[in-house]
């Protein structure tokens, strides 16, 4: 009998959705992929689902993402 493994997850924050589009084409064969327009979008994921393993950034939205990070370093 083979196990069938779960897809670790990870969430991508990107506002270009041609950006999201690309990264979530080469990355959706091995993970469980979620996805963010936003910081706000992205820490609401993050609350809901803490079997997150990674997070992806993308450094250009237009909201700080440095809070995002500050935000998941202090929830631990």
């Given at each position: 009998?083979?196990?069938?493994?779960?897809?670790?997850?990870?969430?991508?924050?990107?506002?270009?959705?041609?950006?999201?589009?690309?990264?979530?084409?080469?990355?959706?064969?091995?993970?469980?992929?979620?996805?963010?327009?936003?910081?706000?979008?992205?820490?609401?994921?993050?609350?809901?689902?803490?079997?997150?393993?990674?997070?992806?950034c993308?450094?250009?939205?237009?909201?700080?993402?440095?809070?995002?990070?500050?935000?998941?370093?202090?929830?631990?």
């Amino acid at each position: 009998m083979s196990e069938q493994k779960e897809k670790p997850t990870i969430l991508l924050v990107a506002s270009s959705v041609q950006s999201s589009r690309l990264v979530s084409k080469h990355l959706q064969e091995h993970f469980a992929l979620l996805t963010a327009e936003d910081a706000e979008a992205a820490w609401d994921l993050l609350l809901q689902d803490r079997e997150i393993v990674l997070v992806i950034c993308e450094l250009e939205l237009m909201i700080n993402q440095f809070g995002l990070l500050e935000r998941i370093r202090s929830a631990g």
